[in-house]
């Protein structure tokens, strides 16, 4: 993914603080937003985390309208929900990059709506740059970039042992209109058990569109596939018949590098003692 604002220059702010972090050579300290136990399971991969790295990007969402009765994706919405995103995710990635990161795990991507403008969003992406303890680069992700992932340091440990890798962590978005149902009709499904199929039909049409951007971010990367994929939906202050379906994933490969590849690790039985 890259920058659509074609603007990924890091406050100052942020060059300061990621001055103190251990970056090769350097003897500062890690931050993490990594559970105890995802930071046990991260050493025991063989990585180290380096830093928090985040990236922010406060976006104006642009004005659509949909035609009252028809399903309709809002492809400007779509487009602004995309690309905030994306400069948020370019710009994490490049704190990670300062800090000569491998990657960056556990990445969570947040939407919040901003109290003086009710068209203003802003978009953080926040997650752990970690380095291969060995200096490895067979770990790094697309153009020799950090690798970013959504997967907890529990699901890193366990992809790493089934032979893969993260990759990159791909989306896809689609911000659609739900036609609204006549009046007509409205009376006529009264007492009734009957299906709303303009209803099906727009929801089962907005999710696979995102799934299959999601799905085509990954191709394009040659990823074998993608783990961990939630589709999340919601409304962001427009019309009430206006939703954003949202794809997210982590694209993942096997791991080539015999000098990486772990010993594959052989499922175990685990039984709850809970009831």
Known sequence: MTDQSGDNVLPEGALDRLKGTVTGDHRGIFTSDLSVNEFLLVREAGFEPVALVMGSCIYHVGIQYGKWSQNQEMDVL??????????????????????????????????????????LLEFIAIGTAIVHSSGSQAFKGPNGQPFTSDLSGQDFWTLLQSGHRPLEMVMGSCVYHIAHQGTMRSLGNIGKNT???????????????????????????????????????????????????????TAVVPINDESISPELAKPQVVLSVNG
């Open 78 to 119: 779509s487009q602004a929900m995309y690309s905030a995103r994306e400069a948020a995710m370019s710009r994490m990635r490049q704190e990670a990059a300062d800090v000569k990161a491998d990657g960056i795990v556990g990445v969570r991507l947040e939407v919040k709506l901003l109290p003086w403008d009710t068209n």
């Open 195 to 249: 299906e709303i199929a303009i209803f099906s039909q727009a929801l089962y049409s907005a999710r696979e569109l995102a799934m299959d951007r999601m799905q085509k971010e990954a191709m394009s990367v040659n990823a074998e596939g993608v783990t961990g994929v939630v589709v999340h939906e919601k409304n962001y202050n427009w019309d009430s018949h206006v939703i954003e379906f949202f794809a997210i994933g």
